[in-house]
């Protein structure tokens, strides 16, 4: 048991590592990107499929509340299908339709999608392709195959490709680099 969990903390270690090699310039773009954007006045809209909704409800958290420092609120809105809305949305569409309805009533011009997909799925495809008609900038978190994307995104959309392969390591990186986010906007609004 003890070899395990050893082994466990080895694995998600070398996870940070390899991530650590290859996306501090991704980050420093991202934090640019989704700053200039709170500073517009625009928000920033977040959606993460299956376990991946965790990250983006901390996310979206992080920025309506706070990080560490006590701040003003972040314009900040969770895609879900919860409650009577996300029942309502479902009993007339598939889920992909009703999320893509979620989206186009709150997404408005100039601001940032972030999405969190480790894996391929059709909702968060659609949900990109609704982001490119409407030409709104994707942050996409992802894994190691995000070959999906391909063609989907553009040379100005940002995609964090983390480079593990398991989908629990890339959620844990995925929550590091939330974190980092965070903290990083914070600093560069409030450092002074």
Do not use: W
């Not at 080895?10 to 990107?33: F, M």
Request: aromatic share 6%; hydrophobic share 45%; glycine share 6%.
């Amino acid at each position: 048991m003890l070899d395990r969990i050893k082994a466990l903390y080895e694995e998600s270690i070398k996870g940070h590592i390899a991530t650590a090699a290859v996306i501090p310039e991704i980050l420093a773009k991202t934090t640019n990107e989704l700053t200039q954007c709170l500073l517009r006045g625009n928000k920033i809209v977040v959606f993460g499929y299956g376990r991946s909704t965790s990250n983006a409800q901390l996310l979206v958290a992080n920025l309506i509340n706070r990080y560490q420092l006590a701040r003003p609120s972040f314009p900040a809105i969770l895609l879900g299908l919860d409650g009577v809305v996300g029942a309502a949305l479902i009993s007339d569409n598939s889920v992909s339709e009703a999320y893509q309805k979620q989206f186009n009533a709150v997404v408005n011009s100039g601001d940032i999608f972030v999405i969190l997909t480790p894996d391929t799925e059709e909702v968060s495809l659609s949900l990109i392709r609704c982001a490119k008609d409407k030409d709104i900038l994707v942050v996409a978190l992802t894994g190691d195959k995000s070959d999906h994307l391909n063609g989907l995104l553009d040379e100005n959309d940002i995609n964090i490709a983390v480079p593990v392969q398991k989908e629990v390591r890339i959620l844990e990186q995925h929550l590091f680099i939330i974190n980092t986010l965070c903290e990083l906007i914070d600093f560069s609004l409030f450092s002074h």
